[in-house]
Nanobody, 126 residues
Framework: QVQLVESGGGLVQAGGSLRLSCAGSGRAFSSYVIAWFRRAPGKERDFVAAVTWGTQRTTYADYVKDRFTISRDNTKKLVYLQMNTLKPEVKDVYYC???????????????????WGQGTQVTVSS
């Protein structure tokens, strides 16, 4: 089982940067794909990025490529999402998530993930 806690959200100006962290627990944390999703008010969760176990291969949604970077430090049980060139008038909640089983492949749909953090709010002012 994996428990996840996000942090690092806040208020930032358009064009600025934030780094989100996802702290994991559980002995098998390093064996799980970890993904970031975001949810705008009144909308469904959208896939942002994911990093695999093992080779730590990364996958990104098209709308964040070249602006966001996902990485993980398994010794600290942390996954990061570096967000650059943030767009204005954004007020999203970011979640990190893990699938129900270890050693799985990346999936970009929320229903394929069983473990979720509580979310961290990101607000980008214009």
């Amino acid at each position: 089982q994996v428990q996840l806690v996000e942090s690092g959200g806040g208020l930032v100006q358009a064009g600025g940067s934030l780094r989100l962290s996802c702290a994991g627990s559980g002995r098998a944390f390093s064996s799980y794909v970890i993904a970031w999703f975001r949810r705008a008010p009144g909308k469904e969760r959208d896939f942002v990025a994911a990093v695999t176990w093992g080779t730590q291969r990364t996958t990104y949604a098209d709308y964040v490529k070249d602006r966001f970077t996902i990485s993980r430090d398994n010794t600290k049980k942390l996954v990061y999402l570096q967000m650059n060139t943030l767009k204005p008038e954004v007020k999203d909640v970011y979640y990190c998530a893990a699938p129900g089983v270890a050693f799985s492949t990346v999936n970009n749909t929320p229903d394929q993930y069983e473990y979720w953090g509580q979310g961290t709010q990101v607000t980008v002012s214009s």
